[in-house]
């Protein structure tokens, strides 16, 4: 069975920083390209950043870039997001899911809320 827990998210202030984690297990996690997928309330679920099997090629969604960094541990099983520089618009749940450039989370993912306000 396919477990992915994230973890990290909370409520932060304009300007604070945030590091997501999630622990994977029930998949190759090494063997798969992982993102991170956002969803504000409203609105459709948007990928903010992708890393390959390898963690040699990254993407980031054109508003996060420089703020946002994407890495995993392959021996840990566990992907990251470390969010500085955090903004109101930043505020979604954020799902870690399977693939490069993914965009839809799993059915049944919890996520991790972001929340960022002064």
């Given at each position: 069975?396919?477990?992915?827990?994230?973890?990290?998210?909370?409520?932060v202030?304009?300007?604070?920083?945030?590091?997501?984690?999630?622990?994977?297990?029930?998949f190759?996690?090494?063997?798969?390209?992982?993102?991170?997928?956002?969803?504000?309330?409203?609105?459709?679920?948007?990928?903010?950043?992708?890393?390959?099997?390898?963690?040699?090629?990254?993407?980031?969604?054109?508003?996060?870039?420089?703020?946002?960094?994407?890495?995993?541990?392959?021996?840990?099983?566990?992907?990251?997001?470390?969010?500085?520089?955090?903004?109101p618009?930043?505020?979604?749940?954020?799902?870690?899911?399977?693939?490069?450039?993914?965009?839809?989370?799993?059915?049944?993912?919890?996520?991790?809320?972001?929340?960022?306000?002064?």
């Amino acid at each position: 069975e396919v477990q992915l827990v994230e973890s990290g998210g909370g409520l932060v202030q304009p300007g604070g920083s945030l590091r997501l984690s999630c622990a994977a297990s029930g998949f190759p996690f090494g063997s798969y390209g992982m993102s991170w997928v956002r969803q504000a309330p409203g609105k459709g679920p948007e990928c903010v950043s992708s890393i390959n099997l390898a963690g040699s090629t990254t993407y980031y969604k054109e508003s996060v870039k420089g703020r946002f960094t994407i890495s995993r541990d392959n021996a840990k099983n566990t992907l990251y997001l470390q969010m500085n520089s955090l903004k109101p618009e930043d505020t979604a749940v954020y799902y870690c899911v399977p693939g490069f450039l993914t965009t839809i989370p799993p059915p049944g993912a919890q996520g991790t809320q972001v929340t960022v306000s002064s």
